[in-house]
Structure formats: structure tokens, C-alpha cells
């Protein structure tokens, strides 16, 4: 069993740079139902099992990615992997994570976080737990060797163009299909985050509120192939693009699997929406 899946590490919150943080924090607590908190001049959402952070700084830019552990011997496990795989272990800058958390910059210059969550008071509202984080990159490959190879992730699929080049790749550090993807970009950052709505009629509620608060739906209804997921896309007013997705696939062990480049890849109802 490889670190990350050991230590089951899920992701927990995320901190997102925006050149008006005010008003993505006002955007997300009205369309993803959080309540907003002003600290210095950082802006904390929390809804049920999701939290972001907004923070001054290049739209569509992360700030941090943070995966919580099931334990302490899982967070020990990541970090000896980290440590024996030459990288340098930096300060937690979470606010949700207790002493002992760390972090660490991929070849991307990105900050992950690992660590075990303080506990949290519960939260009502619409189910959507913060799931997966999606990277955009010039090199999906380095980005799989490094959370595959230094931390201790596992690819569960991967898409590829006829000439061989690596357009998508997916990770997982528990058994969801992924926690950490990547698509081939013209650019580097944020390609997209999801939360995770369960089951299908759940993504029926996100639709209606959604229309109730007149924001389009930019993709879907649709299934993506890798994962097996159902999904719709919003759009942030940093243009960053939000999943609310249902009934991932859950591996347990199998291989990997190569996808070709085409549109019933991306989605298995017909249309696709393509990286630059």
C-alpha cells in the first residue's frame, strides 16, 4: 500500500488567490451555500465538509491544496515518503490542521499540505463535501511523477493522444477514483475543483438552485469516462471552473487505464469541453 492511500488523505480545503477576494468569497457563499468570515484579509467560506479560503494574489492561481489524514501514523507515512524522496518539508499553513502538519511545493512550484483536522462544528445545508482538485500544467507527466512517485499517490487513468503525449492523467491517495488530476495546458494553476453531491438527485438540487440564482450551468449534465462520474460545471468570477459531481468510481486494485483523445472520454453523454 502506497503513503497517501495508507494514510487514506482526503481533500480537505484549499486556499485560491484572487484578485478580488471579497468578491469570490461574496460569489461562493451565495452559490455554493458557505458562510463567509473575514480574517485580516483573508476570507474563510465553510459549508458543510467544504471549506475555501481567498486570498490577494494571480487570479486562478492555488494559494494551497490541504489533505487531511485518517491518523497519525497515515500523516508519518506521506511524511517519510516526502523526506526520503529528497523533498523539503515546509511550515502548514492551515488553519484547519493541528501541530505536525507540513507541506510541501510539486514541480509546478504548487503547495500541498498534509495533516490531521482539528474538529469541526457540523454544518447544515446542501450535501457537496470539497473532493478533488484538478492542476492545469504544461507537464501532466512530471506533475504524476512527482504526487505518484515522492508522495505516494497512484494513478488510476490516463488520457492520451495518438502520438502517445499524456493529455490528462488521474491520481488517487485513497480509493476515489482521484483526489489530484491533471490536464495538458497552455498555462499552469487551477484547472478545476469538485464537490462531491452524493447521488444523482443531489445534482438535481445544485441545478436548481443554481437557475434559482440565474448562474449557468457551463457543461453537463454529463458522465465522464475516468471516474464513471456524473457532473455539472459552474464558472467563478475568476473563470475558475467548479464540478459538482456524484457516485464516483471507488477503486480498491486494479490498473491503470488508457483513454483515447476524443469527446466520449471527457463525456460519455456526448459533449466535451477541450483544455487550450
Known amino acids: 500500500m502506497t503513503a497517501a492511500i495508507q494514510a487514506g488523505a482526503f481533500l480537505h480545503h484549499m486556499a485560491l488567490e484572487s484578485a478580488d477576494p471579497a468578491r469570490m468569497a461574496e460569489f461562493y457563499a451565495d452559490a455554493m451555500n458557505m458562510a463567509v468570515r473575514q480574517e485580516g484579509s483573508t476570507y474563510i467560506c465553510e459549508g458543510p465538509l467544504r471549506r475555501l479560503l481567498f486570498v490577494k494574489g494571480e487570479s486562478r492561481r492555488l494559494g494551497y491544496a490541504a489533505f487531511g489524514c485518517r491518523d497519525e501514523q497515515g500523516l508519518e507515512a506521506i511524511r517519510q515518503k516526502a523526506a526520503t524522496s529528497g523533498l523539503h518539508l515546509l511550515p502548514s499553513p492551515s488553519p484547519y490542521f493541528r501541530p505536525g502538519a507540513f507541506a510541501v511545493r510539486d514541480c509546478d512550484d504548487n503547495l500541498v499540505v498534509f495533516g490531521l483536522a482539528t474538529q469541526e462544528p457540523a454544518r447544515e445545508g446542501i450535501r457537496g463535501p470539497l473532493q478533488h482538485l484538478t492542476l492545469a500544467s504544461q507537464d501532466p507527466d512530471a506533475i504524476e511523477a512527482f504526487y505518484v512517485g515522492k508522495l505516494g499517490f497512484r494513478t488510476s ?40 453531491a452524493g447521488d ?16 449557468p450551468i457551463v457543461w453537463g449534465p454529463g458522465r465522464h469516462g475516468p471516474g464513471n462520474n456524473l457532473f455539472i460545471f459552474i464558472e467563478d468570477p475568476d473563470r475558475n471552473w467548479i464540478e459538482i459531481s456524484a457516485e464516483l468510481e471507488v477503486v480498491h486494485d486494479r490498473p491503470s487505464h488508457t483513454w483515447p483523445a476524443e469527446d466520449y472520454t471527457l463525456n460519455m453523454w456526448g459533449r466535451a469541453i477541450h483544455r487550450d
Not at 169 to 186: D, K
Open 157 to 196: 487513468d490516463y488520457a492520451r493522444a495518438e502520438d502517445g503525449r499524456t493529455l490528462a492523467v488521474w491520481t488517487r491517495s485513497n480509493h476515489e477514483h482521484h483526489t489530484l488530476a491533471c490536464f495538458r495546458r497552455s498555462r499552469q494553476g487551477i484547472d478545476h475543483f469538485s464537490f462531491e
Open 200 to 215: 444523482w438527485n443531489v445534482i438535481k438540487d445544485w441545478c436548481d438552485r443554481m437557475g434559482r440564482r440565474r448562474t
